[in-house]
């Protein structure tokens, strides 16, 4: 069989597809909370009450999408969780009220858990660690990617035929996405159009601990590693969350801007937050070759660049124009995806591949419990307190990760626990 140069970004091309398909499904929510507050009628509380179904879901589900996905492999696992998320989206359509709304975020949480675990064991998988934060860079655009797309796709199905249409279609689309995936996904060892050259070149590139039996989980969860992963990750959710569910909201409620102008900008800091992610997986190799900076260090430093550029979507409050406010947003989400995408891949270098889901997943789910807690402060303080105290916390926080990033990650090279064992 003739085999494709270049193939495992052919692969990040496919997984930052798949994302897309998540986050369009997952944003359709935020992008239509305007119209489904008065179709639906329930409060901006109730409202957090849907947000937390998905979010509640989303983090009991991320340890053990992962834990499942490194049991039955990624080829089947990931297939398997993208075609339950698409049906639970479709059934968004058929609501009736706020608590079916919720029960079905609730179930689109326990499903969409997959993606990141998902897509960081085919990172671990596919490439050298010299090219993994590039690959996360890539392959997290799609979170943002599908958040950008969200708003002119579910404002024009929205408003040409009913807020019901924009979550069947939404959801429709990852069956596609499942199928395509199924298909084509084989790993490394196993694909028949991965060449020799590249085979040898992914295989090369990476560092392994000797070999061993598998950590057991409680292993993973007592490392200093993971908790140096896990701690930045639960105290920059809350940004991503708030820009995810929140900014049209907030756009309504405190810009005074329509559904129309939504889709006019509210996807401007998802395009800003596509190029954090994308630039921030050029910035390690960049520290490395230039500034001679150590793998692990090359990814903290883009962390705690990101940190202080959260400053700026903190002072959100404090600026007149919602244009100006809109500018902030999209500081914030060119930060937060560069914090994020190497974040997630310091998962891959201090983890080995059959680890790395189970370890993401249970980082994830520290994330989740952060972003949780902070919409459901949002909700119960932002028609009282306003929205801009709320945003200014968001900069602490990441301030917060990075600090106790630097502190908990000194020292957790594979290369040195390799000795060290």
């Not at 696992?77 to 608590?99: D, I, K």
């Not at 996360?136 to 024009?156: D, H, I, K």
């Not at 990476?206 to 896990?230: C, E, G, N």
């Amino acid at each position: 069989m003739k085999t494709v140069r270049g193939l495992r970004w052919w692969i990040i091309v496919l997984i930052c597809i798949g994302t897309i398909m998540n986050y369009l499904a997952r944003n359709s929510l935020g992008v239509l909370a305007p119209e489904l507050k008065h179709a639906l009628n329930f409060s901006t509380q109730q409202y957090s009450y849907i947000v937390g179904a998905f979010q509640v879901g989303y983090t009991i589900m991320q340890p053990v999408c992962g834990i499942v996905v490194d049991l039955i492999g990624l080829r089947l696992g990931f297939a398997l969780f993208a075609a339950l998320w698409s049906a639970t989206g479709v059934l968004h359509g058929f609501a009736t009220g706020w608590m079916s709304l919720g029960a079905m975020r609730g179930m689109l949480g326990l499903f969409e858990a997959a993606a990141i675990p998902s897509g960081m064991k085919a990172v671990a998988e596919w490439f050298p660690d010299r090219e993994k934060s590039v690959a996360v860079g890539y392959f997290n655009a799609g979170t943002s990617l599908g958040a950008l797309l969200a708003p002119p796709l579910v404002v024009f199905l929205s408003l040409r035929y009913g807020w019901q249409s924009a979550f069947i279609v939404t959801g429709a689309l990852g069956f596609v996405w499942a199928a395509l995936w199924y298909a084509v996904y084989r790993s490394p060892a196993d694909h028949p159009r991965l060449s020799t050259g590249e085979r040898t070149l992914i295989q090369q590139g990476q560092t392994h601990s000797p070999p061993a039996s598998k950590r057991p989980v409680r292993d993973i969860l007592r490392s200093r590693r993971f908790w140096a992963i896990a701690l930045p990750r639960f105290f920059a959710e809350p940004a991503w969350q708030t820009f995810s569910f929140w900014i049209p909201l907030y756009l309504v409620t405190e810009r005074h801007m329509d559904l129309k102008q939504i889709a006019l900008f509210a996807w401007l800091p998802f395009l800003a937050a596509d190029l954090g992610g994308i630039l921030g997986g050029y910035l390690s190799p960049f520290l490395m070759r230039y500034c001679r900076i150590p793998l692990i260090w090359s990814r903290v430093a883009g962390v705690i660049l990101g940190a202080f550029m959260m400053i700026g979507p903190a002072c959100i409050g404090l600026v007149a124009s919602p244009y100006a406010a809109i500018a902030l947003f999209c500081v914030g989400g060119f930060a937060h995806q560069m914090i994020s995408a190497l974040v997630n891949t310091l998962s891959a270098d201090v983890f080995d591949p059959d680890e790395v889901a189970t370890a993401s997943g249970f980082a994830g789910m520290a994330a989740w419990i952060g972003g949780l807690g902070f919409s459901l402060v949002v909700g119960a303080l932002a028609d009282t307190v306003g929205y801009g105290p709320l945003f200014a916390c968001l900069g602490a926080f990441d301030l917060i990760g990075a600090t106790l990033l630097v502190l908990l990650i000194r020292g957790q090279t594979k290369q040195e626990r390799a000795h060290a064992a």
